[in-house]
């Protein structure tokens, strides 16, 4: 379960002054949930999600992921959840099944547990082509599937997914989202943020459309489609975030 | 037309002076790193000057009745005391003295029989307190040579131009095995600290503002081990790839002065014998961790705080140059005062010489040691408060 109340964040320029990129965001992510946090370019969902990862300490508001508050118990935060970025990288010099190790050992498991999960995740992530390569030889859609099995590898309750599947092929977004699918069947808390709004629709049980840090609306995506009379999410997405249409409800 | 190579030139030069970084290493570090080092090397050389005249040396003199006034002569140099030998000592310390003159007995009756005369200071170019104290008896030689030749005329009634050759002269009676050993203590402390610095440099860098390159860090920060275990992890490892520098290098030195020496003709024959016993090779090892902790730690800083690699190697070679610059003010140092070993760096190359040369001072040991070890603990603590600062870690 995620928690999110009033959550800001601010951050301080040297030529702009103070830049607001989070202000006042709210909401609640149920576990077998997906949650479509959306939003354009520089809206405001990669900070609200690192500050959830705990990778950014927030300047306002509160949240909690797993029942941990995000400030005061990160490292219990940090434990309980996997995080993925569309721009995150891996390590190239290493080893498919090394990677695993590695994440293994940040995340405390002992190396009989770490080669036990491997063992477990081999053929739901189709892991064999991938464990002796090194990443760098890998081809993009590999390196993704590497990614999420590094995402799950420590089976955590929350999973934060921001926009990974940016710079992917058809094929390789359709895998990875059908693993978050299968995922959600399992009963996990997931956060999914993406500016695709196909992706969201196919997905997602609940959004909310961030512009400038603040949530313009929020809802199930039934009722948010049901703010335009074209009944489509980017038609409502384009209608909020420019203000045309004025569409709005009580969700918002 | 315009020629395409000039578009280029243009737009490499726009985006040149563009980059803060190279505006800095360009413009601005020159003018900061070359005066800030050109002032402390210009300050340790004043230093040692100053020391160098300050020094007590003892001075031997054998035939001390062949020269009426040579005593005085020498009790008259600033921190000279003359001590009167039967003989002269095959090595200098054996008659506990810095340097000695030695004066052929029946001086007077040889020149008078117009044999040429041979008076001698005997010194040890590889130690520096015998070195100094030479350097600081020279005019002596003078005298010695003017009282010679105007007694041999005053005797004769002749004009001292007749008189027969007298020879006034300095003789180093360094063995093989003292050149090669002041000549170790003064090249080897140098390379062991350029070894650590340049085997830490690229390690530090790759591990630190390499995960920011690469957008590996953020997933890296996500998980569930704390800012101190990941600066701690790769601190570590930077510190490994700098003790590695450090063990090859001495290994290299052992090799090439123990066993290539022996094995490639005309080495061993050579004026320099060097040998570096296993036991001296830990102390230099022990002696280099501490630095090797203070450089890794400074250097993962740095990379904490780099906002790319490019940055990261910039900061890093002016650290690098830094130790290179410090390393290098250990040369020339006569008997360094216990202030240089507050300096890090140049204190561990001062120690190692030190041990090199068997004149290990307790007090400069621990000092040097001491604080190189808390200002190494200080850098891991600034590293780790960078590596959990989002402001540098996210600043564009």
Known sequence: ?252 | MTARWTAVFRKEIIDTLRDQRTIFAIFIFPFLLYPAMLTLLSWIETKNDEESKLLSVRVGIVGEAEIPGLREWIAKTPGATPVTLDRAPERLEDANVNAVFVVPPGVEAAMARGDSVKVELLYMDADNKSSAASQRLSPILDDIERSLTVSWARSLGARAEAAPPVSVDRRDISSKTDKGRFFAALLIPYLLVFMVAAGAMQTAIDATTGEKERSTLETLLSTAASRGDLVMGKAFAVLAASITGAVTGITGLWLTFNVVAKVVPGMEQGSLQITIGADKALLLFLTLLPTAVFLSAVLVAIGCFARSMREGQTYASYVYMGSVFLGLGSFGQQTPSQSRFFIPILNTALLQREILTDTVNSLHAVTAIGVTTGLAILMLIIATRLFSNETVLFRT
């Open chain 1, 1 to 252: 379960m995620i928690q999110v109340s009033g959550l800001q964040k601010t951050f301080h320029d040297r030529k702009k002054g103070d830049v607001h990129a989070v202000q006042g965001v709210s909401f609640t992510c149920r576990p077998g949930q997906v949650f479509g946090l959306l939003g354009r370019n520089g809206a405001g969902k990669t900070t609200t999600l690192r500050m959830l990862a705990t990778i950014l300490v927030p300047t306002g508001g509160t949240a909690t992921v797993a029942g941990f508050d995000i400030v005061e118990k990160s490292a219990d935060v940090r434990r309980r959840i996997g995080y993925l970025s569309g721009e995150t990288k891996l390590y190239d010099r290493l080893t498919g099944r090394e990677l695993l190790q590695y994440f293994g050992a940040l995340a405390g498991m002992t190396a009989t547990a770490v080669a036990a999960r491997i063992g477990e995740l081999t053929e739901r992530f189709a892991l064999t082509e991938l464990l002796d390569v090194r990443v760098g030889k890998m081809s993009t859609g590999m390196k993704q599937r590497l990614s999420i099995t590094r995402v799950v590898f420590h089976d955590p309750e929350v999973m934060i997914f921001d926009e990974p599947t940016a710079g992917l092929d058809v094929i390789a977004a359709r895998s990875v989202l059908a693993l978050i699918v299968d995922l959600k069947r399992q009963g996990r808390t997931i956060i999914y943020s993406t500016h695709i709004m196909t992706e969201a629709e196919r997905i997602c049980d609940e959004v909310a459309i961030i512009e400038r840090g603040k949530i313009l609306a929020h809802g199930s995506l039934e009722s948010i489609r049901n703010q335009s009379a074209s009944r489509s999410l980017e038609d409502v997405f384009v209608e909020v975030v420019t203000g045309v249409g004025g569409g709005s409800n009580g969700d918002r």
